[in-house]
């Protein structure tokens, strides 16, 4: 079992930066796929950017250009850097993980496709 553990949000003004971190623990080494995804209040949850075993990556329409993902498997951390937010970044942010026996595993943004999340943790942008 992988125990994913978020941090990193905050409130920031409309084009602001914020770095969210995932620390991962527990069989890490199984991770294959992991993956940040948000819920804005009264919305679906929704995928916002992957990554996979190789280090391929796989970015939402919405977030491409501004957010990228990256790993650090010495640290078993996944960062989320989100650059010039707007006031719909406003969401909960969710890490998520995939443990699989499979050596290379595809990014993936649905949500279907990981079995590990994290408690979130909340990003607030304002006008």
């Known amino acids: 079992q992988v125990r994913l553990v978020e941090s990193g949000g905050g409130s920031v003004q409309t084009g602001g930066s914020l770095t969210l971190s995932c620390a991962a623990s527990?069989?890490?080494?199984?991770?294959?796929?992991m993956g940040w995804f948000r819920q804005a209040a009264g919305k679906e949850r929704e995928g916002v950017a992957s990554i996979g075993s190789s280090g391929s990556t796989v970015y939402a329409e919405s977030v491409k250009g501004r957010l990228t993902i990256s790993k650090d498997n010495v640290k078993n951390t996944l960062y989320l850097q989100m650059n010039s937010l707007q006031p719909e970044d406003t969401a909960m942010y969710y890490c998520?993980?995939?443990?699989?026996?499979?050596?290379?595993?595809?990014?993936?943004?649905?949500?279907?496709?990981?079995?590990?999340w994290g408690q979130g943790t909340q990003v607030t942008v304002s006008s």
């Open positions: 527990g069989n890490t080494y199984r991770n294959s796929r």
């Open positions: 998520a993980a995939l443990e699989s026996q499979w050596s290379l595993v595809l990014p993936s943004l649905r949500s279907n496709e990981y079995n590990s």
